[in-house]
């Protein structure tokens, strides 16, 4: 077998989805992290989507514990992970079973021939081989024997146990899907020895079981690969591969600098939330005090406790933390003091599903709290938007003195996309408004613009006054049990945050400005959605998309955009709470697209209810599309 | 007036009316916090005092300093937040035996167990005043109340034990009734570096009349209480002729004074505070400083590390936006 | 002064509001409850609202220390304790202040005159003295030294100190208003004799002021009293003066005798709920555990355990601690098992107005969780419908294995009203249908009709289960994580919980039928509401009255039953919570009259806005009354 | 087989698989357990599992007994109602250092405090292991995680002071690497009528492997540990040759073993197992039954005054309704 011939030279293709599955051991996280860089460096535009088990590590070989990690990558703008893969690289039975419904009709199918043993079916819940019993029919295979090529990659070398070995079969995939994509292997090579650099025996395997995996590649007659994706027309900039979790926390640090406040993060870890915590707890030169606390209520009222101190007070949590700060978030809204709650949506009631995606947060994040207690909700629509939101996010915070909602999920925080970076310094500077003048001070005198109060800080003098719970004086902040100062007080609150739809930007539909269908987005649902308008488009239905940021209040100008379309369409991955939501702030009608699986939309899903709302002639109802 | 800021008690007396019932012993804490503040010599806009919900977490509003009265059972939390923030304020904290030890017990243990610097002052009337008078963790077993119509069939916390179990570095209690007592613990435990936990028996006239009188009451103070005092033996009895002793297993015991076990409010170990600390009728029960050691602050250690992260590396947005694998995409022809 | 004369025979009348008012050592609420319990012995209709201070004891005589007690009694029917007294009983200057707007003009007014003493004005807050400015020129007044009248009455008791006898001044007002409304005084007198029967001396020393009070009403010449209230026309039967959170209690104790099941109740106090507590842990015998909880968590989460261990779990509190326990709702629900959890409303947000009422925790019943988390909510509308609610609750709790929440407030757990006793035996029964046959047993198998699932308790061999609050099989209840499965129990746990609506009576509004306005309301408006469509209806307007008791699910039929109206009213003592969910769920327009000031709504401010809508032609628009 | 009902430990395997990390610890608690189990002779279906959140928490999964998977930090107070409903159930609680100490520490004091009858086993891996190796509120000083890049900041909780100081009845100490004695403890815990509390050492492997290496291993654990057994002097070492003795100012130091301490777990006061739990390296550190004091349960406590409630009044709903001032309407002519 010589170099790659005539026949086998790269094949340009626009997009491919690949998706990298294996037992949670097996390192597929990092193997689909390692190619994501690559196609990042190569250019192409990308989404990703990690599927983690919840177990840490299931036992070896069962279902429980396969961990899946997919890539879409193209020559064009990508707005979500795709929906099904053209490559699924299964490690072993149960991540065969587990992902192979997923697989692309005569999509390609790279296969450890060797962990095919009767006692790994069994474990994964095969009742016969789907090698030889004719479940694979209608795939391309590759199907090769892991354990062996690697073994003989490594062979001679010193210092390495058979385990050792065995850990680079990761690598030999990665290899083998490199070749198959035609991935510039220098990069990875140079990557692989920095990352092993303290084990440099380690590192030499991996290596070695990574180029065998390419040679493989190069070797093996099967599909008709390789393929070649050529660099996306990405607008001129700097760019990094991002993930959601740590986009979020570098839109908090970096509201803080712009505003010359510290950060204060108190939280307590809970999947998905807990890699915000992680990033931002390695920043400590900006000022960044990360606290994790005994509980979330605890994290709630530490920041609650900073803000008062003067800092940007944030917390972060999932569906089950949040409900457990609801009540302090009523303290924060009543002391009025700036404090950023970030909620990473998982699967829900209770525990859940706690490391799959859902947006069902949103009812607890506008209506979860007791009393009158409007509290502005923004949502984040992927990986790098979350950057912006926590940004802004902050910057209301700040402006207006008040706690704010932000809505994030599992699928945006760890997934991945190219982000285009700001440039620090033209970020706008927030005002945080200190007050410091004693003269005519009075703890709850208000903006007239935003109805904000001052913000005093302890340490300036003369403006010492304390706050709390209470229904406050809608001027001195003393307790006040008078009725209608608390009628005042109420209204005051819920104005305030109304007001914040001022400074919305306009409603700018992408697609069609008005027509037969518009689809209503928010959140983690905006990449299919965009993409799916952009196909039912393309096949001639005139429709138009609207993304909501805000959540809470909802933007002034939503009714009229919404009016110019015949029907909206509104996909979530919940039971229909924005359609709810929208209802009955607005009192406008929807129809509702629900799925409830713990995964996000797929693009055809959306797309097919956009074509049936095109062509169905009825009325329209308040309903979800059956 | 005292220090070089020359501030008098009236000086922290906020323009609030005091609403407590009248004869309820926590005018007389709060008349005694407010003589102690001018001996600190801190500026009033350093001041903050933190409390949660009950009667006792009134006390931020009658203090003309900063101050937030907060949610119930999570003034330690806020605090700690606050403090680690601004680790120049001086932060107090003030809760109920209801409101720290109930539904905050855990921030409580906590906040001592991180040696976060606060200054924590627990007013225990073992009852719940704000509510009415249910029973309370410190409430005696088998007590009537509203809420135990029948007796409480739980044993109460001994807050002193639960603070030296959880980590205290500054173990103290005192009592309502003796300002001269309670000035010289609350001076002491504000002098302290790191958390300090103060027990304050507090009596309720309303829901709880009377609870301390057994042994708090000037005439029988004496012998039911055994005030510590630092590298003295711990002697007891109106002549001072009693005294705890080490006994048979490793126990204290009261005896005569030859062989007095001299108390050491500085000792690492457990043993001492903590057998101090265990004391209940009808053993004297301690009054004073159980344990005052020095350790390093969470909220000081946190910000030197903070301090060495930006000496290792100034910080700079840009280059953390920038941080981990970039690549440029040139403006295309 | 000779005894009564002709010119003095009381005259009839049909109604009267009666406000006691003074300090919160006063004893007001004492005086009130005497009171009442006297006009409901003398057969009148009734309805009683306290009123106290947030403080257990502010300093004496000042307007923060205020405590109030009204009562409406009438010969007819009676919906609410009454808009404006036309009786005040000011007992001090710091009552008068706070209370005296709300008289009626040409009210009477009852003072103690000695306490107008220049100290005790300005600690009360009034500028100058109002027994000589002319502030209360247009009130009748009885302006008294009660003071020297007890002082007199008592002289001569032995082992009384002068604090005794200055103590025994409410009951000096309590037998001037004896006498005003001429009560019997000889069972008010025995009542004096047995609560004081411990004490006699205290007890004779109030005996003499209450006859004191009641002789110097014979004796002075104001007023055109006395007056007389003829029984009211109650349906037969026994009858007992009930306090809300009472009725809430015995409602939960007859639901567990009723069902076979033991109850417990795990809580943390809180105003305005802790009275249920006091109440339930009388009860011993009746198999009640109470459980003071360390907090709000720890109440609920007890309650479920005990409700795994085949208890009726309960729990209560108000707004702050049922945001704590948002979370254990979660697993209730996801573990499917009986549970009632009463919020007793106040006014929020936050500490907000603890000793206030308000109806703003709708939202937060309804929404306010993680997850799509459905719970049935229900609400009490009067102190003795509490009784019904709570056995309704506990009801649908067993019979469908679910969380429940019952709202009430302050004002209903606090207020009083005759209860009409149900017959023990004559209470449904209801089965809890404990599974004990481990034939075919699948912990998430369900009932046909109600879904509900099998309730199988810890001591019944063969049916050893695991629940937990991750995602479980829709059969076995083993941890799932199968997409598809996770839909299915989504839906199923909505469909569940949608079903309970079929188990509704049918809607049958009061008054009209069909009109000019539909009047909406929930909770504890059922009062006032009631009360302004009789005086609408007498003045000539045709509206009708629907009152929810179900507030989520809402009632099949409740789009028809408002269809018939041209408007709906909808009255909340909130921004418009129920207008909000009533428009998410049907789409229906209402128009709200939203009140914030921890009061009750008045009469006539309900009937003000159902006069105005049945006038106005305009369109029909969602909004609120300006 | 064991006990009059023949229950062999396959009986308490459960169907499901278990899912922890191969070489995870719990596996060995997990079937010390299970061993244990036929011996207390208590049918399966009178046996309860309650868990919080956290890789421990999902013990009751694999135990063929009723079992509840609860929420983060509550199991405590989950197992509580379940107990005070139904006080003839054997009830176990299992949970981790996070979800035991962290988020639920005020359930387990509590728990303590009220000395209900549970069993609470405490496994302690120094780590929130699910998700993915934070530090816990008993990871030490200085330990770089996840959470904690520059090192934690917060000095870590003693689980054995903290449970002696909130009043357990029974404490105990022992490790998953040594399976007899854990066995040993876990029966004493089940023996045992009130609240037990046990701290068992658990290795993770995947996020803090090691992390008792230095005592607890077996080449080391006769010098760093000391195993106490009731009424003997207290001695280790691999030869016996050393003993813990009364030192100057009551304290606990290491001698020989002339004048050795005796130990006694049903000591009244706490100072000997106070003073014992508070040993940390490099003192021996205690395994095995620090504390065990009879005291009566909340659960029997209640029982009882309902019992006697329904002695002197029998339950009567129709007169319960009836109580208090009620009257009669007559239907009129
Ligand atoms: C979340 C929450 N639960 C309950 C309450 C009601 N509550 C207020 S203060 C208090 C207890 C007060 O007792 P303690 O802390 O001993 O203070 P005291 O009034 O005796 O000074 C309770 C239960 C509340 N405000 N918030
Ligand atoms: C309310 C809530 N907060 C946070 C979490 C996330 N969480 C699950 S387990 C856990 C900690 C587990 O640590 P530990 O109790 O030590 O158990 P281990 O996994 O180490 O056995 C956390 C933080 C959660 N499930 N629920
Ligand atoms: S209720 Fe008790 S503690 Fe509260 S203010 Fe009154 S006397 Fe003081
Ligand atoms: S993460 Fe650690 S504690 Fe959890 S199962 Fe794995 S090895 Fe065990
Ligand atoms: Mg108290
Ligand atoms: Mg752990």
Chains 1, 3 share one sequence.
């Not at chain 1, 990665?174 to 090579?189: H, I, P």
């Not at chain 1, 209770?350 to 709290?369: I, N």
């Not at chain 2, 120049?88 to 904290?93: A, D, I, N, R, S």
């Not at chain 2, 855990?106 to 704000?130: P, Q, S, T, V, W």
Request: proline share 6%; net charge neutral; charged share 20%.
């Amino acid at each position: 077998m010589s170099g790659s011939s005539p026949s086998r030279a790269p094949r340009d293709i626009d997009h491919a989805v690949v998706r990298f599955a294996g037992d949670s051991g097996d390192g597929m996280q990092l193997t689909g992290t390692e190619f994501t860089r690559e196609a990042a460096f190569q250019g192409n535009d990308l989404a990703t989507f990690p599927d983690y088990p919840a177990e840490i590590r299931a036992p070896a070989g069962t279902t429980a514990g396969v961990s899946g990690y997919q890539i879409q990558f193209a020559a064009h703008e990508v707005y979500s992970a795709g929906d099904q893969p053209d490559t699924l690289v299964a490690m072993n039975p149960a991540a065969l079973k587990v992902h192979l419904a997923d697989l692309k009709k005569g999509g390609l199918l790279v296969l450890n021939e060797a962990s095919f043993q009767p006692a790994d079916l069994t474990r994964a819940g095969w009742k016969s081989n789907p090698l030889t019993d004719h479940s694979l029919d209608g795939y391309r295979l590759i199907q090769v024997d892991f354990d062996k090529l690697v073994t003989h990659a490594c062979e001679g070398l010193p210092g390495l146990g058979a385990k050792d070995v065995q850990r680079t079969k990761n690598f030999f995939a990665l290899g083998l899907v490199f070749w198959l994509y035609s991935r510039d292997t220098a990069r990875q090579e140079k990557a692989i020895h920095e990352r092993f650099a303290k084990k440099p025996e380690i590192g030499e395997a991996n290596l070695r079981a990574f180029k065998a995996g390419y040679f493989y590649g190069e070797t093996t007659e099967a599909a008709d690969a390789p393929w070649h994706i050529a660099p996306a027309r990405l607008s001129p900039g700097t760019y990094r591969n991002v993930m959601g979790s740590t986009a979020l926390a570098l839109g908090l640090v970096a509201a803080a600098q712009k505003s010359g406040l510290r950060l204060f993060f108190g939280s307590y870890p809970i999947t998905p939330a807990s890699d915000i915590l992680h990033e931002l707890a390695k920043h400590r030169q900006f000022g960044v005090t990360t606290f994790q606390a005994e509980d979330e209520i605890a994290a709630v009222t530490a920041s609650i406790g900073a803000a008062f101190g003067g800092a940007l007070g944030a917390t972060a949590s999932s569906g089950p933390g949040i409900a457990l700060k609801t009540e302090a978030l009523g303290l924060a809204l009543m002391i009025e003091l700036p404090l950023v709650v970030i909620d990473a949506q998982r699967g829900g009631p209770s525990t859940g599903l706690p490391t799959k995606t859902e947006q069902s947060d949103l009812f607890q994040a506008v209506y979860g709290r007791n009393g009158e207690s409007p509290i502005p909700v923004l949502a984040a629509r992927s990986p790098a938007d979350c950057f912006e939101v926590a940004f802004e996010a902050s910057r209301i915070a700040i402006e207006y003195r008040t706690p704010v909602i932000l809505l994030s999920d599992g699928a945006i925080g760890n997934g991945t996309e190219p982000w285009k970076l700001p440039r620090a310094d033209a970020l706008p500077r927030i005002d945080p408004k200190l007050r410091t003048d004693p003269e005519g001070f009075q703890p709850y005198s208000r903006d007239p613009e935003t109805l904000a109060r001052p913000w005093a800080v302890p340490g300036t003098k003369g403006l010492e006054h304390r706050v709390g719970g209470l229904e406050k004086d809608s001027l001195t902040g003393n307790v006040s049990y008078d009725p209608l100062n608390h009628e005042k007080m109420t209204r005051t609150r819920a104005e305030k945050v109304n007001r914040i739809a001022r400074t919305y930007p306009k409603l700018v539909p992408a697609g069609d400005p008005d027509g037969e269908v518009g689809v209503l987005s928010w959140g983690g649902t905006y990449g299919s959605v965009t993409q799916a308008v952009i196909d039912a488009r393309a096949s001639g239905i005139r429709v138009g998309h609207i993304h909501l940021r805000h959540i809470f209040p909802l933007p002034l100008d939503l009714p009229e955009v919404l009016s110019r379309y015949r029907r909206i369409l509104l996909p979530e991955l919940n039971l229909g709470q924005l359609r709810l939501h929208v209802r009955g702030q607005l009192g406008i009608e929807t129809i509702g697209l629900n799925k409830i699986q713990g995964k996000p939309f797929h693009v055809a899903e959306v797309r097919s209810a956009i074509e049936a709302l095109a062509r169905s002639p009825g009325p329209v109802t308040h309903k979800e599309l059956a | 007036m005292t220090g070089k800021l020359n501030l008098a008690k009236k000086d922290f007396v906020s323009d609030q009316e005091v609403r407590w019932c009248p004869g309820c012993a926590d005018f007389a804490i709060l008349s005694t916090v407010q003589k102690v503040m001018p001996e600190l010599d801190v500026p009033r806009e350093n001041i903050v005092f933190v409390s949660g919900i009950g009667c006792s977490s009134r006390f931020p509003y009658y203090m003309n300093t900063y101050g937030m009265h907060g949610i119930h059972g999570r003034a330690p939390a806020i605090a700690t937040g606050l403090k680690m923030a601004r680790p120049e304020l001086t932060v107090f904290v003030v809760t109920g035996d209801g409101d720290g030890l109930s539904i905050g017990g855990n921030h409580l243990i906590h906040a001592l167990r991180r040696n976060i610097d606060l200054k924590i002052l627990l007013f225990d009337n073992r009852i719940y005043g704000l509510t009415k008078g249910q029973a309370s963790p410190t409430s005696e077993l088998g007590k009537r109340t509203k809420s135990s119509p029948y007796g409480t069939v739980d044993r109460p916390f001994n807050p002193l034990t639960i603070a030296l179990g959880a980590g205290a570095t500054f173990v103290a209690r005192s009592v309502a009734t003796d300002t001269a007592h309670l000035a010289t613990v609350l001076r002491r435990a504000a002098q302290h570096k790191g958390a300090a936990f103060v027990q304050i028996w507090q009596n309720c006239p309303v829901f709880n009349d009377g609870a301390f009188d057994s042994w708090a009451e000037r005439d029988v103070r004496d012998e039911a209480l055994i005030k510590l005092e630092h590298g003295k033996p711990l002697l007891f009895g109106k002549a001072k002729d009693k005294a705890l002793r080490t006994g048979a297993g490793f126990s204290l015991e009261v005896g005569g004074t030859d062989g007095a076990v001299v108390h050491d409010e500085m000792r690492e170990d457990l043993a001492l505070s903590m057998a101090l600390a265990a004391l209940e009728p009808p053993m004297p029960q301690p009054m004073g400083v159980l344990r005052a050691v020095s350790r390093p602050t969470v909220d000081a250690l946190a910000r030197e590390q903070e301090e060495e992260a930006a000496r290792k590396q100034a910080p700079d947005l840009e280059g953390l936006l920038r941080s981990g694998d970039t690549w440029t995409v040139e403006a295309q022809a």
